[in-house]
């Protein structure tokens, strides 16, 4: 079975600085993906980035990166300059084969809360 | 690009009444579309997958005749909470996968908050 990990239930960071969330992950399939959600107050899951487990670099999208360590089965994300409007619960997830032909379903972690302190 | 809706956002309901809450991909064919819940202070947890023009697969514990899905379509899955109670309140979320080109990413609708009375 897999299962995701995400061992800080709340951090507080002040604007500007950079602050990464911590996400473990356990797997036995040699392909395998890695997501980062960011979920506001309103309730809606907004994706951020995605790392392939063949992938050779580490994913970037704008402010936000993806530190992949394959050997230590983690994939924390690093918000760089952070903002005020980044305050969210903020979810990793693995995407697994289901037995419908093609779909891949993913498997949350249970969050990490990150408040931007002006 | 790749915006998933879902109505309604926020629905009350009497116990013992169904209720049908809609997704659809606006922008893009989604061959297969998810359904998950949400309770408070909890993360996301997988209800059921379905592709288009087939049953659902609904993971376990979740009981198939309480949460009917239909998809319907290449962009519209429907989900109805039949005979619903106080227990069933929370907050049901949709994702789409891109089928055509495809697609690793799920994009998420916004969300539908149930309140059984």
């Known amino acids: 079975a897999q299962k995701i990990t995400q061992t800080q239930p709340g951090m507080f960071v002040q604007e500007k600085e950079a602050v990464t969330l911590d996400c473990t992950y356990d797997?036995?399939?040699?392909?395998?993906?890695l997501f980062w959600y960011k979920q506001p107050s309103s309730g809606e899951m907004i994706f951020l980035i995605y790392?392939?487990?063949?992938?050779?670099q580490n994913a970037t999208e704008g402010r936000y990166s993806l530190n992949f360590q394959k050997a230590r089965k983690s994939a924390n994300l690093v918000i760089s300059a952070s903002q005020l409007g980044d305050s969210a619960m903020y979810f990793c997830?693995?995407?697994?084969?289901?037995?419908?032909?093609?779909?891949?379903?993913?498997?949350f972690g249970q969050g990490t809360r990150l408040t931007i302190n002006p | 690009g790749a915006v998933v809706s879902q109505h309604p956002s926020r629905v009350i309901c009497k116990s013992g009444t169904s209720v049908k809450i809609e997704c659809r991909s606006l922008?893009?064919?989604?061959?297969?579309m998810f359904w998950y819940r949400q309770f408070p202070k909890q993360s996301l947890m997988l209800m059921a997958t379905?592709?288009?023009?087939?049953?659902?697969?609904?993971e376990q514990g979740v009981e198939k005749d309480k949460f009917l899905i239909n998809h319907a379509s290449l962009t519209l899955s429907t989900l109805t909470v039949t005979s619903a109670h106080p227990e069933d309140s929370s907050f049901y979320i949709c994702?789409?996968?891109?089928?055509?080109?495809?697609?690793?990413?799920?994009?998420f609708g916004p969300g539908t908050r149930l309140l059984v009375l």
């Open positions: 994702s789409a996968q891109p089928g055509q080109p495809f697609s690793e990413t799920q994009y």
């Open positions: 797997t036995s399939d040699p392909s395998y993906g």
């Open positions: 790392q392939g487990s063949y992938d050779q």
């Open positions: 997830a693995m995407r697994e084969a289901t037995s419908v032909q093609g779909a891949q379903k993913l498997v």
């Open positions: 922008d893009f064919q989604a061959t297969t």
């Open positions: 379905s592709n288009e023009g087939s049953k659902a697969t609904y």
